[in-house]
T-cell receptor
Framework: GAGVSQSPSNKVTEKGKDVELRCDPI?????LYWYRQSLGQGLEFLIY????????KSGLPSDRFSAERTGGSVSTLTIQRTQQEDSAVYLC??????????????FGPGTRLTVL | AQSVTQLGSHVSVSEGALVLLRCNYS??????LFWYVQYPNQGLQLLLK??????LVKGINGFEAEFKKSETSFHLTKPSAHMSDAAEYFC??????????FGKGITLSVRP
């Protein structure tokens, strides 16, 4: 079956613009995660969605970052007023359900964001 | 809280040589540990995971890892490196809500 897909694969934007990054999880997966991969900080957790529960936003670096998940499937990560330090690869992952901390997360190919 | 330490950023081995990538963890609860591989311009792919069953875990592509509680380690090994193993390798520990805390990653180069 299809894996996790993300779009766009690359995004170049100017400082101060807003951007939206999209993630389509594996069908039937109820848990969805966003991570950021940057040269300086490595791989960092951003936000987690599980079903209809309130999302875990504990990893979002500032209030310029927000995310939503519509219908328990597709998710959009929005970055407002982008800054150069937002340049990174944004990875989305999904898992079947959080039966425990042993669940395998399946990752998408990522969106490479460059802020000029 | 959880954390992962991967010492060194780059390992180079000859084709056919043993691969050893080190990972040490810190966890306030019994750990669930993962190794992921990332090929250039791709997402992360799971190699193997430790979930408190067997301490020696076998994964894909001939990789295995041994959980050693006394050493708080989960080192990744492969007896014989292939050119196709060249990639970046990440060790991770799962925390609350299964969110992963990753190490800095190690780039593996394989010399012909």
């Amino acid at each position: 079956g299809a894996g996790v897909s993300q779009s766009p694969s690359n995004k170049v934007t100017e400082k101060g613009k807003d951007v939206e990054l999209r993630c389509d999880p594996i069908s039937g997966h109820t848990a969805l995660y966003w991570y950021r991969q940057s040269l300086g900080q490595g791989l960092e957790f951003l936000i987690y969605f599980q079903g209809n529960s309130a999302p875990d936003k504990s990893g979002l670096p500032s209030d310029r970052f927000s995310a939503e998940r519509t219908g328990g499937s597709v998710s959009t990560l929005t970055i407002q007023r982008t800054q150069q330090e937002d340049s990174a690869v944004y990875l989305c992952a999904s898992s079947v359900k959080p039966s425990g901390r042993s669940d395998t997360q399946y990752f998408g190919p990522g969106t490479r964001l460059t802020v000029l | 809280a959880q954390s992962v330490t991967q010492l060194g950023s780059h390992v180079s081995v000859s084709e056919g040589a043993l691969v050893l990538l080190r990972c040490n963890y810190s966890s306030s609860v019994p750990p669930y540990l993962f190794w992921y591989v990332q090929y250039p311009n791709q997402g992360l792919q799971l190699l193997l995971k430790y979930t408190s069953a067997a301490t020696l875990v076998k994964g894909i592509n001939g990789f295995e890892a041994e959980f050693k509680k006394s050493e708080t380690s989960f080192h990744l090994t492969k007896p014989s490196a292939h050119m196709s193993d060249a990639a970046e390798y990440f060790c991770a520990v799962a925390g609350a809500n299964s969110k992963l805390t990753f190490g800095k990653g190690i780039t593996l180069s394989v010399r012909p």
